[in-house]
């Protein structure tokens, strides 16, 4: 074993002790935590009926964009089966099932996996979708798996994973902001509670990179560099409908998500900004020549991001997403 993947090793041992202590703080219990059936009408009620008429009445009006945005947020959520393959295959843990690393793991997805199945049964029941073209998205999705630069590496999956959750956190909160202004409270609750869990996920992963940051500051430094060099790839970006080649539907996605304001090129900056405030990436010490290299990319880069980003046009080009009705 090579001195860095030995270091790793021994890194991942000291954060898989500290993941079992945290558990508690980041995920919440299984007993009283929420359930999608607390949102969703409920099937053995007199009312229940009556009550999808509500929930479709009230999904009328929901914009193509924002319904077209909801839809791809869903698939996303649902292709957990290639996330939780992803993170158990990350170097370095004991491999123990009772150990901090696979525990999180199982936790972590086990709290993710509420989200799908809220959004899926709401767009089931909503009208507003054709569920079996969205269901054949789900399952490229999952049957594709990803490619998103992290390799097996600890280092480069925290960092991931903290930036993904932040970025989740923003969208579903900006899509329950929206269905609120267009009517559907429901719907903003749902996404509300989606956000706040993964608010608490981003938490969590943050935490987990500071550790490492502690312990091994520059190796942690050059991972950092290294996935911001390569850009933070989100699920999304591998989405497909029927006939078409990955990244084609994510074009139309991001463009109905950037036209919305729900997930912008501002913002992947900011949480950019967020990080390195978070994990104090300015004042880091004990760095060698190329740590501090490193660490002077990372600090002029969201500036120079900033600078792209404001340039760029709101999209306005039409597309019809194969998942939506009518």
Same mark, same amino acid.
């Not at 989100?234 to 109905?256: C, N, S, Y």
């Given at each position: 074993?090579?001195?860095?993947?030995?270091?790793?090793?021994?890194?991942?041992?000291?954060?898989?002790?500290?993941?079992?202590?945290?558990?508690?703080?980041?995920?919440?219990?299984?007993?009283?935590?929420?359930?999608?059936?607390?949102?969703?009408?409920?099937?053995?009620?007199?009312?229940?009926?009556?009550?999808?008429?509500?929930?479709?009445?009230?999904?009328?009006?929901?914009?193509?964009?924002?319904?077209?945005?909801?839809?791809?947020?869903?698939?996303?959520?649902?292709?957990?089966?290639?996330?939780?393959?992803?993170?158990?295959?990350?170097?370095?843990?004991?491999?123990?099932?009772?150990?901090?690393?696979?525990?999180?793991?199982?936790?972590?997805?086990?709290?993710?996996?509420?989200?799908?199945?809220?959004?899926?049964?709401?767009?089931? !029941?909503?009208?507003?979708?054709?569920?079996?073209?969205? %269901? *054949?998205?789900? @399952?490229?999705? +999952?049957?594709?798996?990803? #490619?998103?630069?992290?390799?097996?590496?600890?280092?480069?999956?925290?960092?991931?994973?903290?930036?993904?959750?932040?970025?989740?956190?923003?969208?579903?909160?900006?899509?329950?902001?929206?269905?609120?202004?267009?009517?559907?409270?429901?719907?903003?609750?749902?996404?509300?509670?989606?956000?706040?869990?993964?608010?608490?996920?981003?938490?969590?992963?943050?935490?987990?990179?500071?550790?490492?940051?502690?312990?091994?500051?520059?190796?942690?430094?050059?991972?950092?560099?290294?996935?911001?060099?390569?850009?933070?790839?989100?699920?999304?970006?591998?989405?497909?409908?029927?006939?078409?080649?990955?990244?084609?539907?994510?074009?139309?996605?991001?463009?109905?998500?950037?036209? !919305?304001?729900?997930?912008?090129?501002?913002?992947?900056? %900011? *949480?950019?900004? @967020?990080?390195? +405030?978070?994990?104090?990436? #300015?004042?880091?010490?004990?760095?060698?020549?190329?740590?501090?290299?490193?660490?002077?990319?990372?600090?002029?880069?969201?500036?120079?991001?900033?600078?792209?980003?404001?340039?760029?046009?709101?999209?306005?080009?039409?597309?019809?997403?194969?998942?939506?009705?009518?």
């Amino acid at each position: 074993m090579s001195f860095f993947a030995d270091k790793r090793r021994e890194v991942m041992m000291h954060i898989e002790k500290y993941m079992l202590e945290s558990m508690g703080t980041y995920l919440k219990p299984i007993d009283t935590n929420w359930q999608p059936s607390d949102f969703l009408p409920d099937s053995t009620s007199e009312t229940f009926y009556q009550d999808i008429r509500i929930l479709r009445d009230n999904a009328k009006d929901l914009s193509y964009d924002l319904v077209a945005v909801l839809i791809g947020d869903t698939i996303t959520e649902e292709a957990l089966p290639t996330y939780e393959s992803w993170l158990a295959m990350v170097d370095g843990h004991s491999g123990d099932e009772e150990g901090g690393w696979m525990k999180w793991v199982r936790h972590w997805t086990a709290e993710e996996n509420r989200h799908g199945d809220l959004l899926n049964k709401y767009l089931y !029941l909503s009208g507003r979708v054709d569920m079996r073209q969205m %269901e *054949i998205s789900t @399952q490229y999705l +999952i049957a594709d798996g990803f #490619e998103i630069g992290t390799g097996h590496d600890p280092y480069r999956n925290f960092i991931y994973t903290s930036f993904q959750e932040l970025a989740t956190n923003v969208s579903h909160r900006r899509v329950a902001s929206l269905a609120k202004k267009d009517g559907d409270t429901l719907l903003s609750k749902m996404c509300g509670v989606i956000a706040s869990d993964e608010a608490r996920h981003a938490k969590a992963y943050k935490d987990f990179m500071n550790r490492i940051f502690e312990v091994d500051p520059n190796e942690a430094m050059l991972a950092f560099e290294d996935m911001m060099r390569k850009k933070i790839v989100m699920p999304a970006h591998f989405l497909r409908e029927v006939g078409l080649k990955i990244g084609q539907t994510f074009g139309h996605f991001t463009d109905a998500a950037q036209r !919305l304001g729900v997930y912008t090129a501002v913002d992947y900056v %900011e *949480i950019m900004q @967020q990080l390195i +405030i978070d994990w104090k990436i #300015e004042g880091m010490r004990d760095l060698d020549e190329a740590g501090e290299k490193a660490r002077d990319y990372i600090m002029n880069l969201p500036s120079r991001l900033l600078r792209v980003a404001e340039r760029m046009k709101n999209p306005t080009i039409d597309y019809k997403f194969s998942w939506i009705a009518g």
